[in-house]
């Protein structure tokens, strides 16, 4: 028996009700279910009283190297007097407050006419990331994803998020002898089964032509819909400027390589990993890693430039680590200190064994001719 929550009983009704359900459906019930999703519900995600750590966790100085960034955006659109900063899925509000208290303190022109719209599935962290940006929060519009994507809000400036893409619900699919087939989430006994059945969707296949890969006899996948979805709505939104896309993945060639024979959807409970999906319906994360050639190819379909892409301690690297590290070194903290902070930077930098290669950063741009951004920079590595 596995250990059951309300959740269980609500997807097994909608099952018995509609038949089996993608993987998709069951990963979104499990994330985003009102009131009761792993997204959805209150409760601590992040950090050492969370489920997984991820790099905003680390230190401030990797939200103040994306500010840094994001100026360069701004004078890349020739300093207007207004710009708006959206980030969607900002948890307790922690990279907003570091990019915020940068630019306050080192942008001061810039912050001026920064506003910061914060899109937000989970209504009850409205009061954390309140209390956790209350020196900024005279400047903070807090939107659902619904009015976000109505069409009514419309943008100039940058977009940024952190881990979000991952986290969209995701078709699961199997190439089989009969040619590709999807997975289903049924009742068998009781209890959550997987079965194989025709794909739900043309889309899917659609995808994966798209991105030039074709699976081999006996692989799974994953085929993230959501991703060029969400990136679509989000271009709409965003009249001229930036969308900064952080997350763990790879170009396709690299994500759908035969090696990874059973895809790449994992679970997260407290700091654990966990291959099972069907427990602890949620109150686990559930992830999968980020397609970026998916992103790419629909940006440019949507008229965007692909400014960079790369591994995030190459992007940290060229955009201002090492003159955080400076600022760090001329600091009045102890050596001692000193030395804690500079092991704990090392994970969001250290190409392996931490979060530097794990993560990639993806720069895309609307409506700005040749923009020269800090990750263009060549550094030496």
């Known amino acids: ?34 009131g009761l999703g792993y997204y959805t519900s209150p409760g601590r995600k992040v950090g050492a009283e969370g489920d997984f750590y991820t790099s905003i966790t680390v230190h401030a100085a990797f939200g103040r190297v994306i500010a840094r960034e994001i100026a360069q955006m701004w004078r890349c659109m020739a300093m207007p007097a207004s710009f708006t900063l959206v980030e969607c899925g900002a948890g307790n509000g922690r990279l907003a407050c570091d990019i915020m208290d940068y630019l306050a303190e080192r942008e001061p022109e810039m912050y001026h006419g920064v506003s910061l719209v914060l899109v937000e599935k989970e209504p009850s962290l409205e009061s954390a990331q ?80 798209r991105v030039s890969i074709t699976l081999h006899t006996g692989q799974q996948a994953e085929v993230n819909l959501s991703g060029p979805k969400w990136l ?20 396709a060639e690299e994500l759908y390589t035969p090696l990874r024979k059973a895809g790449t959807m994992l679970c997260y409970y407290r700091h654990q990993t966990e291959e099972n999906p069907y427990i602890r319906l949620g109150l686990q994360d559930i992830t999968t890693h980020v397609d970026f050639t998916s992103l790419m190819k629909q940006g440019e379909e949507l008229g965007m430039q692909n400014v960079w892409f790369g591994e995030q301690y190459r992007f940290l690297m060229s955009a201002g680590i090492i003159e955080e590290l400076e600022d760090l070194e001329r600091s009045s903290l102890s050596d001692e200190e000193k ?13 392996q064994g931490g979060m530097g290669d794990t993560f990639r950063v993806l720069a895309q741009s609307k409506g700005i001719a040749n923009p020269q951004l800090l990750c263009q920079r060549r550094i030496g590595f």
């Open 130 to 209: 309140r209390k956790m940006l209350a020196a900024h929060v005279d400047r903070i519009e807090w939107l659902s994803p619904e009015q976000f994507t109505s069409g009514n809000f419309t943008f100039t400036g940058c977009l940024y998020s952190n881990e979000l893409i991952d986290a969209l619900p995701t078709h699961r699919v199997q190439m089989t002898p009969d040619g590709l087939r999807e997975l289903y989430v049924t009742i068998k006994d009781g209890e959550f089964a997987e079965e194989l059945g025709e794909v739900s969707t043309p889309a899917i296949a659609e995808y994966l032509k």
């Open 232 to 251: 679509t709505e989000a271009c709409a939104a965003l009249q001229s400027g930036f969308i900064l896309t952080i997350d763990y993945g790879y170009p």
């Open 1 to 34: 028996m596995t250990e059951k929550t309300p959740l269980n009983d609500i997807i097994a009704a909608r099952i018995a009700e509609q038949g089996r359900i993608t993987f998709a459906d069951f990963m979104g019930a499990c994330l985003y279910e009102p």
């Open 339 to 351: 030395l804690r902070l500079r092991l704990t930077l090392k994970k969001l930098i250290l190409p």
